[in-house]
């Protein structure tokens, strides 16, 4: 399995453009995370889905962020508009349930200038 | 609730020396817990996790972790420090008790192995 795929790599966007991150869960597992990672605040968690129902999404920032998942497969997070507060890394992670680890993608790294 | 703490931002050592990278966590009942390793411009790759049995659980990379449920901490140690082992390191703990699947991480720690 390639593991968890995550596009683009990196993102550089206008303040006020709309942007979307893209991730493909591991085949199988039946729940996803979204993570953003910076500096100041370390890793937060965003939202986490269970068999593709949005569970938990007390981590997402404002309602700039919206997180989908219409299929064990895909996964997309948008922010629109996009503020430059929200350049950082943003990772999709997925589990299989009755296991305990997450896999990790390679994260995105979003720049908004 | 759970929580984390990694108490050290960044850890030093010697190439050839062992290392500890400290963590302690905090969960209503019994946990899960795992460290993850952070290499620059990469996602987070697991190391090791307890689950139960044995206090001492063995992971990749030669790494090493210790459960100690009277001290809620889990040290991860390796013998001999390699300056490839230098990275961020992420400690995370599931309460098991839980329906939830949610990890919560530790702020993370460099560990900066010299030469």
């Known amino acids: 399995d390639a593991g968890v795929i995550q596009s683009p790599r990196h993102e550089v966007t206008e303040m006020g453009q709309e942007v979307t991150l893209r991730c493909k869960p591991i085949s199988g597992h039946n729940s996803l995370f979204w993570y953003r990672q910076t500096m100041m605040r370390g890793l937060e968690l965003l939202i986490y889905f269970n068999n593709n129902v949005p569970i938990d999404d007390s981590g997402m920032p404002e309602d700039r962020f919206s997180a989908k998942m219409p299929n064990a497969s895909f996964s997309t997070l948008k922010i629109q508009p996009s503020e430059p507060r929200d350049s950082a890394v943003y990772f999709c992670?997925?589990?299989?349930?009755?296991?305990?680890?997450?896999?990790f993608g390679q994260g995105t790294r979003l720049t908004v200038v | 609730a759970q929580s984390v703490a990694q108490p050290e931002d960044q850890v030093n050592v010697a190439e050839g020396n062992p290392l500890t990278v400290k963590c302690t966590y905090s969960?209503?009942?019994?946990?899960?817990l795992f460290w993850y390793v952070q290499y620059p411009n990469r996602g987070l790759q697991f190391l090791l996790k307890y689950i139960t049995g044995d206090n001492l659980v063995k992971g990749s990379y030669g790494f090493e972790a210790e459960f100690n449920k009277s001290q809620t901490s889990f040290h991860l140690k390796k013998p001999s420090a390699l300056v490839s082992d230098s990275a961020l390191y992420f400690c995370a703990v599931r309460d098991r008790s839980g329906g939830s699947y949610i990890p919560t991480f530790g702020r993370g720690t460099s560990l900066i192995v010299h030469p």
């Open positions: 992670a997925s589990v299989l349930q009755g296991y305990t680890e997450a896999f």
């Open positions: 969960v209503s009942g019994n946990p899960y």
